[in-house]
């Protein structure tokens, strides 16, 4: 028995994936989940969205926010933005960076708007296993 994990953006929805084990970034920590897993609702955070399988190749995406269902073995991940780790480009990340980094911001919502970007970039590249360069501006 496996589990089938739906996953669902605003902008897509992504083709089921089955998975033995999958790991969610919970708001509060990372939360793991198996075949016959009680129904559970949690909310998410940012981090990495794992999804393990002994028969098919495993995934993994960057997650930004959302939440998930988990009941009779399926997982649906509504999720504000998700990006397979993959599919991180490290030059295009680290170059909005910078130009978020060195901007100047009179108005105290879009600096809060900047760190929000700021925040999932960090996510994306720390996902992919890639460097995150110094913030001096957005910390």
Do not use: C
Request: no cysteine; net charge negative.
């Amino acid at each position: 028995m496996t589990l089938s994990v739906e996953i669902i953006t605003p902008e897509r929805k992504l083709d089921t994936l089955e998975a033995d084990h999958v790991t969610l970034p919970a708001f509060d920590g990372q939360f793991g989940v198996r075949t016959s897993h009680a129904p559970y609702v949690v909310l998410l955070g940012e981090g990495v969205l794992d999804i393990k399988s002994s028969s098919k190749a495993n995934n993994q995406f960057a997650l930004k926010g959302g939440v998930a269902q988990i009941q009779n073995n399926t997982i649906y991940v509504l999720a504000e933005s998700v990006v397979e780790t993959s599919a991180v480009s490290e030059a295009d990340l680290i170059k909005r960076l910078r130009e978020l980094d060195d901007a100047e911001y009179d108005d105290a919502i879009e600096k809060a708007k900047a760190r929000t970007e700021v925040n999932w970039i960090v996510t994306q590249l720390k996902s992919a296993g890639k460097d995150v360069p110094e913030i001096n501006n957005l910390k």
